[in-house]
Each structure stands twice: as C-alpha cells, then as structure tokens.
C-alpha cells in the first residue's frame, strides 16, 4: 500500500509456491514461521519484500491525501489507535463525516502562511502538501479552512482542545514550516516501524555440500552434475559443462608438458586427441596450434580420456578434483 513500486499482481506467484518452498527448508530446528519470513525476504525482482529503508522512503514521500479512500481510513485509524484499548473508530467516523483529513499547511495558501512558510513557500507547497507529515484528522475541518497555524492550534475545537492523539504534538508548537513538518512525519514513521516491524528470523539455510570426487576415483559420473574443479595447485575453477573442463584441463596440461599430449595424438589407436585434419567439424574443440580434442561424447568417455592423458604424462590422477552436486534422495 505504501510502497507503490511493489505490484500487487505478483502476489499469486508468491504464495503458489510459498508452502513449498518453506517445506523444503524446513528441519527439525526451525519454526515453520521462520523459514516462512527467510523465504520472503530472500525473494528478488518483482517478487521482492520492501525493505525498512524503501519503507520509510516510501512514508515521507507518498502522496497520502490522494491514496484509496479505504487505505487512508485504515492507516490514519492505525495512527490514532496504535495498540491503545482507548480504542477510538477513525474508519466509522470517517465514513459517517464526523471525522475528516485536514492539511494543516492549507490546501490554499494565503498571503500570511507564504510568508510564515519563508522564500521557498512554493516548493514547500508543492513537495510536502499531501505527504504525512502535513496531514492530521479533525471533526472540524470547515471552521479551520485556510487559517493560520495558530489559529488552528488555539481556536474553539482547534488543535490545543483535540482529543485525538494524532494532534497532540501539535500543541506546544509555536509555527508550521518545513522543519516542524518533517519532524512530525518522522515521529509517525517512527510509530510505523514499530507498528508494522519489518519481520525477523533466526533461520540459517544448511549450505548445500557438494561431493568432491578426484579422477582417480571417478568410476562411473554419468548424470552427475559438474560444479567446479581444481587441478593441482590452481585455484577452483566454476565450471558446470564437461566438456568445457575437459578442454580447459587439457589446455593446462599441454602447457606443462606438451611432448606428452603429442604422442598420444601420433597415437593411431588413441583417435580422441588428433592433430587437425579436412574431416574435423564442431565436435572437437582446439587444445593448441593443431591440436584437437573430441568433446561430442558421453561423461564417461571424457573421464577415459583424462584418465589415458594422465597415464601418458605421468601425472597424479589425484590432483583433478571435480567438486558435484549431491544426489538428491529419493
């Protein structure tokens, strides 16, 4: 309702899945309520949970005198009441015309509030009019019309003999500027705050840990999803294709020793690793110079291919680790 930006009409989408996704998070150590507020705050783009600070922004800046006529009853009965059990019925007051909102710098400005109001009377005007901080509730709004602000304050039923909470600060103020309006509507955003807090939860989601398999015991990955991989000392590279690993691997392991790779090449037997030639098309992916690879095969024949690679150069299967995603249980 305030903060405008937040379509409504993503709501359905939220909630089709809210359950869901709280159940998949859910153990025995956490509140069903506190995987529920993590997974709303956690959402992003049109799905997005207005944070404190858009909140507040949204508060100072919106133009609440032109929001739906239900919207306003409900918050100004949300700021006169509070959790008061003196509880007063802002909206059935409103609707009867006992109650009304009034602007206490006018809607029409006369010659004695642009002057009250100083040289930037006309911004003040146009900026702060219709915002929180310059509106308040009143049962007498006509007899106020475009007064001053001490007349509003100490005339018959004005400010100073209001039983409304809402007009209590207004009392001991002696003149209604820029200042005193912003000061106002950060003690109604303070009040907001508290009113509708920003939820909070202790949840911490499990990190999702991923199964680390070197080449030398790599048996069967056929349907495992690849996430990363380090070889030897090199830092950790995210890489999710295998064939892209498979090539990068083989790129590296050629610049250490590139007699090693060649020989295989010149090895008939071998066909994987093959010196370029007119038969060569997108299934092979470059190593070096005219050094090719076949990359248009299965996990396991790629695993094959690293396994022979690293027999011929002498190297430690050991050093390739492939980092997986966990099989999911059934």
Request: charged share 25%; hydrophobic share 35%; aromatic share 10%.
């Amino acid at each position: 309702m305030i903060c405008s930006g937040y379509a409504t009409n993503a709501l359905n989408k939220i909630f089709c899945t809210l359950h869901y996704d709280v159940k998949k998070n859910l153990d025995e150590k956490n509140s069903y309520s506190d995987v529920l507020v993590y997974i709303l705050e956690n959402k992003t783009g049109s799905a997005a949970f207005p944070k404190n600070s858009e909140f507040i922004q949204a508060l100072r800046e919106q133009n609440i005198y032109r929001m739906q006529k239900k919207n306003k009853e409900y918050l100004f009965d949300r700021f006169e009441n509070e959790d008061s059990v003196e509880y007063v019925n802002v909206v059935e007051l409103m609707n009867k015309g006992d109650l009304s909102i009034e602007h206490i710098m006018p809607q029409t400005l006369t010659q004695q509030w642009k002057s009250s109001l100083g040289e930037n009377w006309q911004e003040i005007h146009d900026v702060k009019l219709h915002t929180l901080g310059n509106l308040t509730l009143t049962g007498y709004n006509s007899s106020y019309s475009n007064k001053s602000f001490a007349e509003k304050r100490d005339c018959e039923k004005g400010f100073k003999e209001s039983g409304l909470r809402l007009n209590k600060s207004l009392c001991g103020l002696e003149r209604w500027g820029l200042e005193e309006i912003e000061n106002r509507c950060a003690l109604l955003v303070e009040k907001a705050l508290q009113m509708w807090s920003f939820p909070k939860t202790n949840f911490i989601p499990k990190e999702n840990e991923m199964d680390e398999i070197s080449l030398e015991d790599s048996d069967d990955l056929t349907g495992r999803i690849l996430v990363s991989y380090t070889y030897g000392n090199s830092q950790e590279h995210r890489c999710s294709v295998w064939a892209e690993m498979l090539v990068n691997v083989l790129v590296q392991i050629y610049s250490e020793n590139p007699a090693g790779i060649k020989s295989l090449a010149k090895n008939e037997s071998f066909g994987n690793i093959v010196f370029k030639n007119a038969e060569m098309n997108s299934d092979w992916a470059k190593i070096a110079n005219d050094l090719y690879v076949y990359k248009a095969n299965s996990t396991a024949a790629k695993l094959s291919i690293l396994n022979r690679v690293f027999e011929g150069s002498g190297k430690d299967k050991s050093e390739l680790i492939f980092k997986l995603q966990p099989v999911k249980k059934s």
